[in-house]
């Protein structure tokens, strides 16, 4: 009687494990396939947030920005607060300052907390000054906090700063 208990042991065993396994190789590919598609998405976002900047388009970045009071944008000539100021202070100044625009992001991470979700990346910005038609190129890093509203992932904040500074002294 021992053997056969003890043959129905290992069996019971075996079977477990192997259905453990094969759960955790599909909730692993469900996570891997989750992962894949949220930075399609934000991609496919920050290319329309790029195409707003690069446009000054107002009307596509009404698309993706959440249109509420607390919205910030902080870059480092200020900070914006609320959709109306984003919108009339960086919309506007890309619009009045600059006739050719270029936004090059790269880089992309991008993590999901349920219904936030932070996106980093680099990026190189090419532009034309209107008043002489002198050329600019800075470079900079950004963060962006977004969240999800009716299904929808809404930009609600973006900080964005120079690339790091390596010299001894400087950048505290």
Request: proline share 2%; net charge positive; with cysteine.
């Amino acid at each position: 009687m021992k053997p056969i208990i003890t043959s129905l042991f290992v069996v019971f065993t075996c079977t477990i494990g192997i259905s453990y396994k094969a759960v955790s190789q599909r909730t692993k590919q469900k996570i891997d396939r989750a992962v894949l598609s949220d930075s399609l998405v934000f991609k496919n976002l920050i290319n329309q947030y790029a195409q707003s900047i690069e446009q000054a388009d107002t009307v596509l970045a009404s698309k993706f920005w959440a249109k509420t009071h607390d919205v910030s944008f902080i870059h480092p000539r200020g900070h914006e607060h609320g959709w109306s100021e984003v919108k009339s202070n960086i919309y506007g100044m890309f619009g009045t300052i600059f006739t050719i625009r270029k936004l090059n992001c790269f880089n992309e991470k991008v993590a999901v907390y349920g219904n936030v979700a932070m996106v980093e990346f680099y990026w190189i910005f090419d532009a034309t000054f209107k008043m002489n038609n002198n050329s600019i190129q800075t470079k900079g890093r950004e963060t962006q906090i977004w969240k999800k509203v009716n299904s929808e992932w809404r930009l609600v904040h973006v900080h964005y700063s120079n690339m790091p500074v390596n010299v001894e002294g400087q950048g505290f």
